[in-house]
């Protein structure tokens, strides 16, 4: 029941179902009258319902009427399925955003050590022939001095 006969998906049809009672609050709601108003069939609708009723959002009487319960209107005003879609999406999108920036900085740590590490091996290799160069200079006048 992911796509009916008039391209709803499951999420839209919950939402409607929600707004409805929502907009019918104040009449008894019989699961004929919701579907024949929402022209959705019948036994689909009792499906939806019952997925309503599991995750609190409506209640179900003894003699069939339906309405939402304290969660139900809450859960509408805040945007129904659709809100919580579009905002988990929203946060995927912001841990994607923080994940790529977390490797970008990683990939720019790892090329600022080679270079932290490049110049520490030059400043070796300048420091230990800098040192020569003063032992040559120092035996040099050594030598001189002995002469």
């Known amino acids: 029941m ?5 391209n709803k998906t499951t999420i839209d049809l919950l939402d409607d179902i929600i707004i409805y009672l929502k907009a019918n609050e104040h ?3 019989s699961l004929d009258t919701a579907a024949n108003d929402l022209n959705i069939d019948r036994d689909d ?7 309503l009723k599991e995750d609190g959002y409506i209640i179900m009487g003894t003699l069939g009427d339906i309405s ?4 139900g209107y809450i ?6 399925y659709a809100s919580m879609i579009l905002k988990h999406a929203i946060d995927l999108e912001t841990l994607a955003s923080e994940k790529a920036y977390r490797v970008s ?3 720019k740590l790892i090329a600022n050590t080679d270079r932290l590490n490049r110049l520490t091996r030059w400043l ?7 040192a020569i160069i003063e032992l040559i200079q120092f035996f040099n006048a050594l030598i001189r001095c002995h002469n």
Do not use: M, R
């Open 68 to 71: 939402l319960s304290a969660n």
């Open 75 to 80: 859960f509408q005003i805040s945007g129904c």
């Open 27 to 29: 009449v008894k709601t």
């Open 105 to 107: 900085i990683d990939d």
């Open 45 to 51: 609708l009792h499906k939806l319902l019952l997925k």
């Open 2 to 6: 992911e796509k009916t006969n008039n």
């Open 124 to 130: 070796v290799v300048g420091t230990i022939s800098l």
